[in-house]
Each structure stands twice: as C-alpha cells, then as structure tokens.
C-alpha cells in the first residue's frame, strides 16, 4: 500500500487518489493543495492544469507544452515533506500557508507559500502565492 505524498499517515487511495481521478471533488482549499501536491509528486500534471485558474500567472493557453513542462520539473524533483501552517477560507476564497521539502537535482529547493485559492462554477482553484525560499 502507497502512503500519500501529502501525508504518510494516509494511504494514498484513501487521501487523494479519488480526487485526482475525478470521483471527488476538492471541498475546501487545504484539500485542493494537498491534492495538488500529492499530484506533483506522483507526476498528474494534467491534474495540476485543472485546479489552476486560469488568472494564475503561470497559467499557460497551450495546456500540452505546460504539461510536457510540469512533467520535467515533477520527474526532477523529490518530494519529501508536506507542511500545513496555517489554513483558511470563506465560501469564496481561502489561503494555505505551508512549507515543501523538496530537492531537485540533488538541491535543495525547499519554499514556504501562502497560496490563495477562489472558489468558482462548484469549484476549488489554485489562484496564486507568495513563495519565500528555506533552507532544512
């Protein structure tokens, strides 16, 4: 049984494997970044495309060169550690603050985030974020 990258207390059929595939959907921004993590960290990029609004400044028209993008930067990166510190939200917008361990190419790139998520046609988006660099 697979842990999810979000949580290693969860088994990953039972966190966010059932929204990646469609069958559920993100019920508050907390869930919709775990889920995006999880899902750069087990290469779903198309996933990733999805719960991106398209006013995020990284979002990209020509979704097939964004995704063959995302699938480089996930297959060089290692994700090791999922931190939430802080979370809120009302019924239309909502901010995660969190710290990703992570390394690329043998690197560190870990970054905390305050993400802010709008929630818009029944739906939870990634918006945008602050990043600020750390070092483990």
């Known amino acids: 049984m697979q842990q999810c990258p979000c949580n290693p207390d969860h088994l990953y059929t039972q966190c966010c494997y059932p929204l990646h595939i469609g069958e559920k959907k993100a019920q508050d921004p907390l869930e919709l970044m775990k889920s995006r993590y999880s899902a750069y960290a087990m290469k779903l990029p198309i996933y990733i495309i ?7 400044p990284a979002y990209e028209e020509d979704h097939l060169n964004w995704e063959l993008s995302l699938d480089k930067t996930c297959s060089e990166t290692l994700f090791l550690k999922l931190e939430i510190l802080e979370h809120t939200h009302n019924e239309n917008e909502g901010y995660v603050t969190f710290k990703a ?3 690329k190419l043998g690197q560190d790139i870990s970054f905390q985030e305050r993400s802010r998520f709008i929630f818009e046609n029944s739906n939870w988006y990634y918006l945008d974020g602050r990043v600020k660099p750390f070092k483990r």
């Open 101 to 103: 361990y992570m390394e």
């Open 50 to 56: 999805e719960t991106t609004h398209p006013k995020n």
